[in-house]
């Protein structure tokens, strides 16, 4: 039986104070300083910093990541938001500290090593997407879709068009829309066909010379792969409308399938998610925004170049639509981008896609031998990197949710997927195991999640009360989701009086 650690650790500000920590010099001692700080930014206080011998610090976060679960403790199949394990190599060469202590505004002939690493990651990238330059400015996927919104407004703009609306599939993710709306288009849903796909009928009914462009993912979220994709491109574009690709599910396609060549014109892409970044927690990611033909021009700046004798930044910009994060995004995601990629190789990248997809799709096989779960739009057809099973029927024959079932595999020591997304699929569940989970862990899980639907029907009492093996039992979903009361920051516990 798996068991969580349960820790009384308090935040690392309470801890006493033994007198032996970080030394910050005292304000009398700047006296004899010769550097100009300005009055106005000089600390007249106590930094607040903990005071205590590093073996407490090592102690503190020992005992945290012992109450914590990640992908190097078990399978994290999420599904969507990519969780695959990611190598130690690119762990380790990437914070080496000749490349972490680099600044931001050296003079670039001191960098040239690293310029040539970003610039070679380019490349490769716009040959994985078929587009034809990339920016690294985005630091995350939600800031590439806004950088790809913006890129279509200002594009429709230039040309003197007044187009105001941007087509979304019900299936996309949430982040779509927000994108979208945030850009200032309104957000017209296209409806998910029987198939599981985007329906064309809807789509033609729609599309009008007020349309901006559409947003889509490729495979879609529910694992399907829109295989109607050069019939909606032929659609958006004759109304004169761009198409954009979300590039999160890039893991099931990636050396397979290009979105360049099913007619997109502008991609983003997760570092974080496809090539080797931990993501989650914050990042740091890098959602790379990559455009084909007149397209590039819009492209956040700046870009790297290369002149046939050196590597630099290249800032000029006519028509781009400026900055979308400060000097150059995130660069370690990059080097760990290079790594990934130069140890793979192109037929390294295809066998990631094409193991992620048959990891699915035996899933797939394995939870169905038993009638609990659904696999709704078109059971036949096969899915590629996720699939979205539906536990309705036990929810209507038993009384168990989807929420026990994920709170269940807590108690099994799983991670549990995203659940109720997408809002087309009723008690949805989202799996995705990607391409670095063993025929054992997916075992594991189906068997998991078998015998919780065969709980659920002996005894759905018992469920309604997991987890209990976990650090965290089960949460107050009103007082979960305030910060004020699950991870209160220093300044709300200072707001709130206490002496830290």
Not at 95 to 111: A, E, F, N, S
Not at 177 to 185: L, Q, T, V
Not at 238 to 267: C, E, H, Q
Not at 431 to 446: H, K, P, V, W
Request: proline share 7%.
């Amino acid at each position: 039986m798996w068991r969580q650690a349960r820790w009384d650790e308090d935040l690392i500000q309470r801890k006493p104070r033994y007198g032996s920590g970080p030394l910050i010099p005292y304000e009398d001692e700047f006296r004899d300083v010769s550097i100009s700080i300005p009055e106005n930014i000089i600390r007249r206080s106590h930094t607040g910093l903990p005071d205590l011998p590093e073996i407490e610090v090592v102690r503190h976060f020992i005992r945290l990541s012992q109450m914590s679960y990640g992908v190097d403790v078990g399978p994290v199949p999420l599904g969507s938001c990519t969780m695959k394990y990611n190598p130690k190599i690119s762990d380790l060469i990437s914070m080496d500290t000749r490349i972490t202590y680099l600044h931001p505004l050296q003079d670039p002939d001191t960098v040239q090593g690293i310029l040539e690493i970003i610039y070679t990651v380019e490349r490769w990238l716009s040959e994985i997407t078929g587009m034809d330059r990339c920016s690294f400015q985005p630091p995350a996927g939600a800031a590439g879709e806004l950088a790809g919104a913006l890129m279509i407004l200002k594009y429709h703009r230039d040309r003197g068009e007044n187009r105001d609306e941007m087509l979304i599939p019900d299936s996309a993710h949430g982040t779509n829309p927000a994108s979208a709306a945030m850009a200032g288009f309104k957000v017209i849903r296209l409806p998910t066909s029987s198939r599981g796909t985007v329906d064309l009928d809807a789509l033609r009914s729609v599309v009008s010379s007020k349309t901006a462009g559409a947003m889509l993912t490729n495979p879609n979220t529910l694992g399907v792969f829109e295989d109607e994709i050069l019939e909606i491109s032929r659609i958006v574009h004759g109304s004169g409308g761009l198409l954009y690709y979300d590039g999160a599910n890039l893991n099931g396609i990636m050396g397979i399938a290009r979105p360049g060549d099913m007619g997109f014109d502008i991609v983003h892409l997760n570092l974080h998610k496809t090539f080797a970044t931990p993501h989650g927690g914050g990042g740091p990611g890098g959602g790379v925004v990559c455009a084909r033909g007149s397209l590039v021009d819009y492209l956040p700046r700046p870009l790297i170049a290369y002149d046939g004798r050196r590597f630099y930044w290249d800032y000029e910009c006519k028509k781009c639509i400026g900055r979308i994060s400060a000097f150059y995004g995130n660069i370690i995601p990059v080097i760990r981008t290079f790594i990934y990629i130069a140890s793979l190789s192109s037929e390294g990248l295809r066998e990631v896609a094409e193991v992620s997809v048959i990891n699915t799709n035996y899933f797939i096989k394995k939870i169905m031998e038993k009638p609990y779960y659904i696999l709704p739009y078109d059971p036949q057809k096969p899915r590629k990197h996720e699939v979205v099973i539906s536990a309705k029927k036990i929810l209507s024959d038993t009384g168990v949710s989807t929420e026990d079932i994920a709170k269940a595999l807590l108690d099994r020591g799983l991670h549990a997927p995203t659940i109720y997304f997408p809002l087309i699929v009723e008690e949805a569940l989202m799996i995705e195991f990607t391409e670095t989970e063993t025929r054992e862990s997916i075992d594991l899980y189906a068997k998991a999640l078998i015998e919780i639907a065969e709980e659920a029907y002996r005894n759905p009492g018992i469920l309604k009360k997991t987890p209990e093996n976990t650090s965290v039992r089960r949460l107050d979903y009103v007082r979960a989701n305030h910060p004020k009361t699950l991870a209160p920051s220093l300044k709300i516990l200072r707001s709130l009086g206490e002496n830290i």
